[in-house]
């Protein structure tokens, strides 16, 4: 269990529990970098900010602890498509010996969860899942949420609905009130690419940021360069767009993205994007070419998205 707990803190005014996510793909390790500097950056604050003032508890874990230390999206599944109620259901009424992989992640993250909520009862909890990706691009994924929504608009990165409806048994899918017991608002965040070690910083931004927009911590407190690295890395991409069409990969080994894609490129009808077993896959649509997948492991060829606002 310790090696899944990156790290807590907890204010000394009450608030909401914030839980936030990294490597629930363990091939996405920036998030986990991030969140250690985040705790070390909330221990010095005090002392170099008297009044620096945190309210609630926060608690910083890593998603799929074994994929993570075999340094792959995952063992045996994808950990973010295993969140459906009915699942969990049959994972928590398992005994843990006769689970493995990500089911027994999951089952452990949820056991650290509910002893947070069971010792401290807050009134409200808050999930940031940190995610990186194999293309270039930084964007949030929000609920159908007004407030998931315009959180996610002040983390000031391109916001994407319509993702979820593509997929299902996202965490984003999960954390609700009703499966959580207490109000719970949840949302993701997408650093850029997995390696680059700008993504650790673009992180760091988005969780302060965010927990500036939720009021955990006062916007006094809040360095403005961290609105400028996502502010300016966001320059030209949309604000608010809705994916509509997702290309489901079967089989991996066959698919070969065309190089050079990254997030938000506009792409035409028509345009070639892909192979995939031999053939050649164009574009069904104009848009925007969302998470092109350059990676050996995952189902999600593309999406393609349009603006709403
Ligand atoms: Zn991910």
Redesign the pocket.
Same mark, same amino acid.
Do not use: I, P
């Given at each position: 269990m310790t090696d899944r707990i990156i790290g807590k803190y907890k204010g000394k005014v009450g608030g909401p529990l914030l839980v936030i996510t990294a490597a629930? &793909?363990g091939n !996405?390790p920036a998030g986990v970098k991030a969140l250690n500097l985040l705790f070390k950056m909330l221990e010095v604050e005090p002392i170099t900010n008297p009044d620096f003032v945190y309210k609630g508890e926060i608690i910083g874990i890593i998603g799929n602890v074994q994929a993570y230390q075999k340094g792959q999206?995952f063992i045996e599944k994808d950990i973010?498509r295993c969140w459906t109620a009915d699942h969990i259901h049959y994972i928590t009424s398992m005994d843990k010996t006769r689970l493995c992989n990500e089911d027994l992640e999951i089952k452990e993250i949820l056991e650290v969860i509910n002893q947070e909520i069971n010792d401290r009862k807050p009134d409200k909890m808050y999930l940031l899942d940190l &995610? =990186? =990706?194999s293309s270039d691009g930084i964007f949030c994924i929000a609920t159908n949420d007004s407030d998931s929504i315009k959180i996610a608009k002040d983390i000031h990165a391109p916001v994407i609905l319509g993702l979820l409806h593509g997929i299902a048994g996202t965490t984003l899918h999960y954390f609700t009130k009703q499966n959580v017991g207490i109000p719970a608002l949840s949302l993701a965040f !997408?650093g850029g690419l997995h390696n680059d070690p700008m993504s650790v910083n673009r992180c760091i931004a988005a969780v302060i940021n965010f927990m500036r927009t939720i009021g955990v911590i006062n916007a006094k407190d809040v360095e403005n360069h961290h609105d400028k690295i996502l502010q300016e890395y966001a320059n030209g991409l949309p604000r608010l767009v809705e994916a509509f069409y997702k290309y489901t990969v079967k089989d991996n080994e066959k698919w070969e993205m065309k190089s050079g894609y990254k997030n938000f490129d506009k792409i035409r009808k028509g345009d070639f994007l892909a192979k995939y077993d031999g053939e050649d896959i164009f574009a069904q649509y104009d848009g925007y070419l969302l998470m092109p997948l350059y990676q050996k492991q995952g189902s999600d060829g593309f999406f393609i998205a349009r603006d709403i606002e």
């Open positions: 629930m &793909h !996405e999206r973010n &995610h =990186t =990706t !997408e």
